[in-house]
């Protein structure tokens, strides 16, 4: 865990190159929403300002509703270096990154783990840098492991891997038009939507073949004229986690570096910008490393919205917030969060906070959002139950 550190990598090619040091190259960084791969430059702000291009602010605020959860912990097998998590079907995806196999799958009927697979390589059953693992929209069975070293997007189906299948139904090369594909959703339009590095706009549109549609969004920040051949270096201290209502196809963007949430609609439109409930901005600096320049924290810097899922039968938004600074006197790790807020799209509001028992930076919930999971600071799997307010 990179705990009271400040970011420090020599040029943007590490992930490119992070195969050839398993397990290090890849820091916890790269899936904590992957927020800081790449360099970029100096920006600092504070409050609304003509220095931000966001239109149709909304504040949120803390809602009436608050419940505290207890978890069980049901990671009874060693998990080394998780990353990330998605329930599929009755089965629990773990990423796994230091592990000999990258993906480990628990039944959630007994809590076992009962199938791993996804060797370190470049083949087509193999892994570099696992980003993230997706449902399918439209086939129950089916999940997409994106891995952000080689770009590509592989389908799989969860009967198929049960039986000893590894071979991936379909492979999709994300061809850049500009930037770095990051943080992926696929809407049930067969649109693959990106956040990342060095993008001349807020969001990538991609086709299912991987080719480059569109930019959507404007960049979030207002530079001065002799800055603007910078503008695409600022993509990563306003990315974040993504998520996707499939039923208008209107997409998420939660801001891990601050409490800003941007809402757009299936045509690229930027419908809202919600902030709050605390309101505060992105802010961090640039420190020149050799002939490059890289991230680093500073005393300003702090987390907001650490992750992001919607969940269909619900139709609610879940924001796992941290709000904790990078550097505080508490020791606390602000990668990790206890508050989910619980957003209600359609009033456009925050109606319900959840309190967390133990600290967590990515969670996944059930298809009937009876319950979820998080992965710890200790590197447990835990388990809530919930029930959402009508």
């Known amino acids: ?5 400040p970011i420090i990598w020599a040029n943007w090619k590490l992930i490119m190159n992070s195969h050839e040091d398993e397990g ?18 100096f ?22 509703k608050m419940v505290n959860l207890r978890s069980d912990v049901i990671s009874k097998f060693e998990i080394n270096f998780g990353t990330n998590i998605k329930i599929i079907d009755d089965y629990l995806l773990v990423v796994d990154q230091r592990s000999d196999k990258l993906i480990k799958i628990i039944d959630l009927k007994k809590n076992k783990l009962i199938k791993v697979f996804g060797s370190r390589g470049q083949g087509p059953d193999e892994f570099i840098g696992i980003g993230q693992i997706i449902k399918d929209p439209q086939e129950k069975h ?12 592989k389908k799989f189906n969860i009967k198929s891997i049960l039986r000893d299948n590894f071979y991936p139904e379909k492979i999709i090369v994300l061809h850049e038009k500009s930037g770095i594909p990051i943080s992926l959703i696929i809407a049930f339009d067969n649109r693959i939507f990106a956040s990342g590095a060095f993008l001349k706009n807020r969001i990538a549109s991609y086709d299912m073949d991987g080719n480059y549609i569109r930019g959507i969004g404007k960049n979030p ?15 990563l201290g306003f990315s974040g986690a993504m998520a996707i209502d499939n039923r208008t196809n209107d997409i998420f963007i939660a801001t891990s570096l601050g409490s800003i949430v941007e809402r757009y609609d299936k045509d690229g439109n930027l419908r809202s910008t919600y902030i709050g409930p605390e309101v505060f901005f992105p802010e961090y600096e640039i420190v020149k490393a050799g002939e490059y320049y890289t991230m680093a924290y500073n005393d300003k810097t702090r987390f907001g919205y650490i992750d992001i899922d919607y969940n269909k039968v619900l139709d609610k938004l ?3 917030y941290s709000g904790e600074y990078q550097f505080n006197k508490k020791d606390i790790d602000g990668y990790f969060g ?6 209600d799209v359609n009033k456009e509001k925050i109606i319900e906070q ?11 919930f059930s298809d009937d959002g009876s319950s979820f999971f998080g992965l710890s600071e200790k590197g447990e799997i835990l388990k809530y139950k919930y029930a959402c307010i009508n």
């Not at 920006?43 to 149709?56: A, F, H, M, P, Q």
């Not at 089916?142 to 997007?153: A, E, G, H, M, P």
């Not at 206890?338 to 957003?343: D, E, G, L, P």
Request: proline share 1%.
């Open 1 to 5: 865990m990179l705990k009271k550190r």
């Open 24 to 41: 290090v190259g890849l820091s916890r960084l790269i899936f904590f929403t992957s927020l800081f791969l790449f360099s970029f430059f």
């Open 43 to 64: 920006i600092k702000c504070s409050g609304k300002s003509i220095r931000y291009t966001y239109t149709n602010y909304k504040n949120l605020k803390v809602p009436d």
């Open 142 to 153: 089916s999940f997409w492991i994106y891995d952000v070293s080689t770009r590509k997007l």
């Open 221 to 235: 920040v207002r530079l001065k004229k002799n800055n603007e051949r910078f503008a695409t270096q600022h993509s």
């Open 318 to 320: 879940f924001l796992l």
């Open 338 to 343: 206890n508050i989910i807020y619980v957003f």
């Open 354 to 364: 959840i309190e967390l028992d133990k600290r967590i930076f990515t969670m996944t």
